[in-house]
């Protein structure tokens, strides 16, 4: 028992081990230098939450830290599992890839160098990390290109190896050997029955080639010999430690030994609001090694200052020296960085020049002194010569929206537009330009809309026919406007129209010397139902009227023939005339009918006259046949035009009184249908034909004998909706029976049946009495359902308790009195 106890102790004391080494790895996961043994689902939220600070604290991204991670042994399954948990914690990554703090208080709590983006608790608003019009900005927000580096291109050659690399060497051929070999802190590396070989300091080419030496002088023979190849390449990269000065997140910063400047101005967030993006040093061994401007990147994409980093290097963003602000019409407006010995012409080439609409004779200069601003009018001349100085403001406007040099003609000439004044150009010599007069042109007057010197129109008149005979032909001045009229713009528009029996009704342009048989050749001539007596409506000219004229207009009767011959034909027309052919007497198309179902000769007939009735036609289609179902028989009427519109009407007006839109829909249909059913008694009306009952027939009528159906159909509120034979002793009780009865929210006074022509019959009553509708074969038995009953709300039981509390209330007082 006690060997048991003790064999337990040892086992919780081994799992408190490894929890505890857990614990402190994901702690110190940056810095531990063998990772192999984390296990991720082993790490609390807190561990994950320290691991966040760490790569706040860093400026590192979790896509930076995997292949540091990767580097010192971590699994990539377990890196995968670890960056999934880092993304899915309520601390989101940026579109970046960089850590945004959960907190309204600002990452500079968390650690000074973490990254810049701060959130809400409600939403996340981005921070800019510094004035986003400072020239080169768009590099370090958060939707600037990322800069990290590119992992998986192939080593360079010109890589420098260095402690905690680790390379791949592979020898094939007629030997063979491969393994990861990781360069010690002295900077060798062990190669089995070789021995160590110092490759620290040396290139992968020179590295290559020593091993290539010294592994063939020893168990390797056949590599001197060229039997077997050697390969070396980089299969885990090293960390680097750079130290950045000035940026947004100053600090010590753990990057890939592949990574540039960029890359580290990147992770930093770039120059802070004070510091210089075109003095940046690179200081390596406590010396400057470059300068580097970032201006030669962002102008020209040039990359030669993306240097490479190495271990220790220092990059130090000095403050700026000279700055000045472009505003107004350049096409990058801005705040831009000036080194010494740089013009304004170079800052307007930062800018990327003027905009097409800027006024490029001078810009304004603001300027500050010890004191106060001054303005400064800088001349087109001097921006190769002017050296700006630090707080100058360089404003360019807008041209002026006017012409120097503009005349512009208008009216009866062939090119009416805008030309160039030219000196001394007068009205004939624009007329010239425009390409000379119209046929139209009046000629007796023109005009010349002038522009004064107080900006006041003014109105120069001018005989354009002297004027082209060099008599009155004025100087144009700047702006004029030179209108010529035409003849048919001084003359009123008159029209005569023509309606009825033509191919073209419609108005018409008056034209001198119309006559009635132009008219109705410009209307295409008559139809062939066009009467030869015509009515001409002409207006009534006079000065005054009496007190007992009513005429409207004067009406000229006259026959013409068809042919348009005789003197009839040549009345003149006058302007305003209303001329009408009228329709001969009686002319119609002939018009169809349809008789559809149980009849013997079914199809379209065609109506013989304007009385023929339903009895007429169902003798001519020789009668029902035997299996039809006279009681069912139905007319489908087609509206007219002017019937669809009474209904659109009808329509319109149910939308604006209904409230129900169920019911508003429904109704909305039936009114809206092309058709309406008309039910008939044939019977009745073969009995007794030309009766009431016996309709007249009209164009598009389909007269339809259903089959005879001894079923009768029971839908509604009924337990079973059903079809069951027609039995002449059953009553609606009966048939709702055989649907098993009446459902709960069956409305049962409101039944009703509508019959196999269409027609309907409710329930009648009489006290306590019901008189159901009788049943025919064929017909329909509907029980409607009843309406929901909303049930009171708990704020309108209590409304109407307090208003029955207050009634009863006024009712005691009264009967107190």
Known sequence: ????????????????????????????????????????????????????????????????????????????????????????????????????????????????????????????????????????????????????????????????????????????????????????????????????????????????????????????????????????????????????????????????????????????????????????????????????????????????????????????????????????????????????????????????????????????????????RQVHDLQSTAYNNYIPHTGDVFVSSKILNRFQNRVKISGAVFRPDVYELTLGLDVAGLIKKADGLKEDAYTGRGQILRLEDDLTRSIVSFDVRKALNGQDNPILKREDEVLISSVQDLRDSFKV??????????????????TLKDLILQAGGFTDAAYKNIEIARLIRRDSIAPTDNRASVVINTVINGDLSGTPADIPIQPFDVVTIRRKAGYTLPESVIVTGQVQYPGPYALISRTERISDILRRAGGYTADANPAGAYVKRYKTDMERRQSEETALKLQKNLKDSIKTQQVLQDIKRDYDQIPLDIISIMKTPGSVEDLVLRSKDELYVPKFDGQVKISGAVLMVTQVPFKKRNTVRDYISDAGGYAADAWRR????????????????????????????????????????????????????????????????????
């Open 1 to 372: 028992m006690k060997r048991n106890i003790k064999c337990f102790y040892r086992l919780l004391m081994v799992l408190v081990v490894l929890l505890s080494v857990g614990v402190v790895q994901a702690q110190d996961l940056l810095k531990g230098r063998d990772l192999s043994q984390v296990r991720v689902d082993q790490l609390s939220d807190a561990d994950i939450a320290k691991l966040k600070a760490q790569l706040g604290s860093s400026g590192m991204t979790i896509d930076q830290a995997e292949q540091m991670a990767l580097a010192k042994g971590m699994l990539p399954a377990e890196f995968a599992k670890l960056k999934a948990r880092v993304l899915g914690t309520s601390n989101a990554l940026s579109a970046t890839g960089r850590l945004k703090v959960q907190n309204s208080v600002s990452v500079e709590k968390v650690n000074n160098s973490s990254d810049s983006l701060s959130t809400e608790k409600s939403h996340e608003q981005t921070r800019p990390l510094i004035d986003p019009l400072i020239f080169g900005s768009e590099l370090y927000t958060s939707v600037a290109p990322n800069f990290e580096p590119n992992l998986k291109l192939a080593t360079p050659l010109n890589y420098v190896l260095g402690p905690d690399d680790q390379i791949l060497v592979s020898v094939y051929g007629v030997q063979e050997y491969s393994g990861d070999l990781l360069v010690s802190a002295e900077g060798s590396v062990s190669i089995p029955n070789v021995g160590q070989v110092k490759v620290a300091g040396l290139t992968i080419e020179a590295a290559t080639q020593k091993l290539k030496t010294i592994m063939g002088s020893s168990v390797y023979p056949y590599l001197k010999s060229g039997g077997s190849k050697l390969s070396v390449t980089l299969s885990k990269i090293r960390s680097i430690k750079v130290i950045i000065i000035g940026a947004n997140r100053p600090g010590n910063f753990t990057l890939s030994s592949l990574s540039t400047v960029f890359n580290a101005l990147f992770v930093s967030g770039g120059p802070n609001a004070f510091g210089s993006f075109r003095e940046i040093e690179l200081v390596r061994n406590n010396r400057v090694e470059r300068k580097i401007d970032l201006y030669r990147f962002l102008l020209h994409g040039d990359q030669s200052d993306n240097v490479g980093l190495k271990d220790n290097d220092v990059i130090r963003i000095p403050p700026y020296k000279t700055r000045v602000q472009l505003q107004g019409q350049f096409k990058r407006p801005g705040i831009f960085e000036v080194l010494p010995g740089e013009k304004f012409s170079d800052v307007v080439a930062f800018a990327s020049g003027f905009t097409d609409s800027a006024y490029q004779a001078s810009v304004k200069v603001f300027q500050r002194n010890e004191t106060e």
């Open 750 to 817: 409101k039944t009703y049946i509508v019959y196999a022509n269409g027609k309907a019959a409710t329930t009648k009553h009489f006290l306590f009495f019901k008189f159901y509708p009788k049943v025919s074969p064929g017909s329909e038995l509907v029980v409607p359902k009843k309406a929901e009953k909303k049930s009171l709300t708990t704020g309108e039981i209590i409304g109407i308790s307090s208003a029955l509390a207050s009634l009863a209330g006024v009712v005691i007082a009264i009967l107190r009195l």
């Open 497 to 514: 129209t023509i309606q009825g029996e033509v191919r073209i009704p419609g108005q018409y342009d008056y034209m001198s010397r119309l």
